[in-house]
């Protein structure tokens, strides 16, 4: 009883964890209505202006000061949504590298909000990082300052010079998307660019989901290999909005998708994969899928993108689990490509490699270092093809990886040579670090409270960053596998419970 009553405790705290709030949400059908003719520029009140600018996964933010019944606010508008369009929302040309934002200081709620950032004219435009602004202050009399402010930025041509000459870019009012990709210098010995896919991984893992029901793929034979990877999610998933998603799908699956009525061939069966269904099935929160890319968005519409982040995803998990986990994270992963993904040839090959693994792992540099082998595998034999076919991404070919610049330890021999031999001990380091530490979801305060309790407990990210299974105490690796493997049942007695309680409370 005292375990079960550790394993409640620990599923009530994990699922506790707040998303990282309303104002996030807000920023985010921001985004995603752009295409339906809302404004590009997203507003900002002081009620969500520092929590939307602290989880921006932009490299930089704009945030326009104005009044609504300035008359000289009013004409600049037009000139501000030409760029903002270049940057924000699913159609944009360049995603995911300057959030455009506005503040109206004409209303009451954001006078004290104004009057941190020394507003002392219309329209007034400050930029910097998106986080310096959240809990912030600026004075123009600061001598040091991570926010700027945009003194020549009065038609949308001359903001644009202003942001082409500050980091160094070439973009262009008329650009489109996926054109003039390489207008922005890439940095690709920078591993802290893998901190943007937190967001593609979340895209990649609702996708997944999404094609999941649109091919009503949840059969009585495949409903175990998705609630082993549910556990897996709940677990170990980088974000915890994909957390808590996917738990509450756990709990409630049996209910949603119950086996009886799988196996018909019935319109009974048929509603289970309906429009209700789908609306309260958002593993990853009700704004993901948002239909765009940041860190895995290729030059063209039909490279990288969703294969790109269900490869990161499943890195993460690999290094995210305990040692005692790893066979059973293999095979979650493993059945779940080869029941859930719907490229026919990918699926094989993948599974015909995971055929090849003789050995149970026992352990997670096993496991992590497996799948790492196994996607420069991939990479090698797409190499060849896409270069015979001329179908590969001309910005993002197929490579080696790590490359020497991205891991310089990783490489035994000079970067020159053509067969790379590796050190295995750096290149786990390598991706404990950055699969496991520097992708992780932005904690917000309120968060972090709570995250501490759970952190002994679980391998999740933290404001330091993914725990590294090498140093997990082996009480609290124990309490993890344990956890894993009984998750399934606890999920079915707190539903029990649940339904139970709302029997009662109709009774009475």
Not at 228 to 254: E, M, T, W, Y
């Amino acid at each position: 009883m005292a375990s079960l009553s550790l394993l409640y405790l620990f599923l009530f705290l994990h699922l506790s964890l707040p998303s990282t709030g309303a104002s996030e949400r807000v920023l985010l059908r921001s985004l995603g209505d752009v295409g339906r003719g809302a404004d590009a520029a997203v507003d900002l009140n002081s009620t969500n202006f520092d929590e939307v600018l602290k989880s921006s996964p932009t490299s930089y933010a704009i945030v326009e000061f104005f009044a609504h019944w300035c008359p000289a606010c009013r004409n600049y508008k037009p000139q501000y949504e030409k760029v903002a369009k270049l940057f924000n929302g699913p159609d944009a040309a360049h995603p995911g590298i300057i959030l455009m934002t506005r503040v109206d200081c004409a209303m009451k709620v954001n006078t004290n909000l104004c009057d941190r950032f020394s507003v002392g004219h219309y329209p007034m435009l400050l930029w910097g990082p998106p986080a310096k602004f959240a809990n912030a202050k600026w004075d123009p009399k600061q001598e040091k300052s991570d926010i700027q402010l945009i003194d020549d930025g009065r038609t949308s041509q001359r903001l644009l010079n202003w942001i082409n000459k500050r980091i160094g870019s070439s973009f262009n009012l008329d650009d489109e998307k996926y054109e003039n990709e390489n207008l922005l210098p890439r940095n690709a010995s920078d591993p802290a660019q893998i901190a943007r896919a937190i967001f593609d991984v979340e895209e990649a893992t609702a996708k997944a989901f999404e094609i999941i029901l649109e091919h009503k793929m949840i059969k009585p034979e495949t409903r175990a290999p998705l609630i082993k990877f549910f556990q897996l999610l709940v677990a170990h998933h980088p974000s915890r909005k994909c957390r808590k998603g996917s738990a509450d799908l756990l709990i409630n699956f049996d209910e949603m998708w119950p086996s009886s009525h799988l196996s018909l061939h019935s319109e009974e069966a048929t509603q289970l994969y309906g429009s209700g269904a789908t609306e309260s099935t958002a593993v990853c929160g009700k704004e993901a899928p948002r239909g765009y890319w940041i860190f895995c968005r290729g030059s063209k519409n039909d490279t990288r993108g969703f294969s790109c982040g269900l490869w990161v995803l499943m890195h993460s998990l690999s290094v995210r689990v305990g040692d005692g986990e790893s066979q059973s994270a293999f095979v979650a992963i493993r059945d779940f490509i080869h029941n859930f993904f719907i490229c026919e040839e990918c699926r094989r090959h993948f599974y015909d490699m995971c055929l090849s693994v003789k050995t149970p792992f026992e352990s997670t540099r096993a496991l992590s270092l497996w799948l790492w082998q196994t996607h420069n595998k991939v990479n090698e034999r797409l190499m060849k093809e896409e270069k015979n076919l001329g179908t590969g991404d001309p910005s993002f070919p197929k490579s080696i990886w790590p490359p020497c610049q991205l891991c310089p330890t990783c490489h035994l021999n000079p970067a020159t040579s053509t067969e790379v031999q590796w050190n295995e001990d750096e290149v786990f380091k390598f991706l404990v670090k950055y699969y496991g530490q520097t992708l992780a979801s932005p904690l917000t305060k309120e968060a972090s409270t709570v995250q501490s309790q759970t952190d002994l407990l679980t391998t999740n990210d933290s404001a330091g960053g993914a725990v590294s299974a090498e140093l997990v105490p082996v009480w609290a690796a124990l309490g993890i596998a344990l956890a894993s493997v009984t998750f399934g049942a606890l999920a079915c007695f707190w539903r029990a419970q649940q339904k139970n309680r709302k029997q009662r409370k109709n009774w009475s």
